[in-house]
T-cell receptor
Framework: DTGVSQDPRHKITKRGQNVTFRCDPI?????LYWYRQTLGQGPEFLTY????????KSRLLSDRFSAERPKGSFSTLEIQRTEQGDSAMYLC??????????FGPGTRLLVL | DAKTTQPNSMESNEEEPVHLPCNHS???????IHWYRQLPSQGPEYVIH???SNVNNRMASLAIAEDRKSSTLILHRATLRDAAVYYC????????????FGKGITLSVRP
């Protein structure tokens, strides 16, 4: 399977803990996106990378959130000092310019 | 970003065609119309996209109005596996094609 993969698929943490999620895009895709989806809503854009450069961040991405894509391949999304409001599905997607964007299966986060 | 309007929900019978409407009255000339669907507990799945002409692929057909202010996703024979939330999204393509999702339309398929 050469689709977008995400790890872990599920994460339960206690409020105040830090969590890190990983996304492996489709190998030939140079653009990578993170989205967040809460129950009953559509996914919301968080941030976008072209190769290793983070080119756009949504105002939804508070200071507690940081994303990296150090070598232009996989990406990590870290949430520091988690809050219950961070509970959501975190989705990663990738594409190349003018081509279809493909999504991973998501990481479901529950903050207790 | 130009917005889309979809009904909240729709029901269909298995093996019958389904027409899912989408209005996008403020669409610009460079906006592509994309459809994605999302099954429970999965990431969104690409269905189809188009710019001006009607499009067909193995999953569905996309009918685009002549003025491009509306479009319809057509599933030719609905199956139980087509029950999902369907999102109609406009995207400029090119630099940073972030997708702006609405709430989508929830399709239920009756056996």
């Amino acid at each position: 399977d050469t689709g977008v993969s995400q790890d872990p698929r599920h994460k339960i943490t206690k409020r105040g803990q830090n969590v890190t999620f990983r996304c492996d895009p489709i190998s030939e895709h140079n653009r990578l996106y993170w989205y967040r989806q809460t129950l009953g809503q559509g996914p919301e854009f968080l941030t976008y990378f072209q190769n290793e450069a983070q080119l756009e961040k949504s105002r939804l991405l508070s200071d507690r959130f940081s994303a990296e894509r150090p070598k232009g391949s996989f990406s990590t999304l870290e949430i520091q000092r988690t809050e219950q409001g961070d509970s959501a599905m975190y989705l990663c997607a990738s594409d190349r310019e003018f081509e279809t964007q493909y999504f991973g299966p998501g990481t479901r986060l529950l903050v207790l | 970003d130009a917005k889309t309007t979809q009904p909240n929900s729709m029901e269909s019978n298995e093996e019958e065609p389904v027409h899912l409407p989408c209005n996008h009255s403020t669409i610009s000339g460079t906006d592509y119309i994309h459809w994605y669907r999302q099954l429970p507990s999965q990431g969104p799945e690409y269905v189809i996209h188009g710019l001006t002409s009607n499009v067909n692929n193995r999953m569905a057909s996309l009918a685009i109005a002549e003025d491009r202010k509306s479009s319809t996703l057509i599933l030719h024979r609905a199956t139980l596996r087509d029950a999902a939330v369907y999102y109609c999204i406009l995207s400029r393509g090119g630099a940073n094609s972030k997708l702006t999702f609405g709430k989508g339309i929830t399709l239920s398929v009756r056996p």
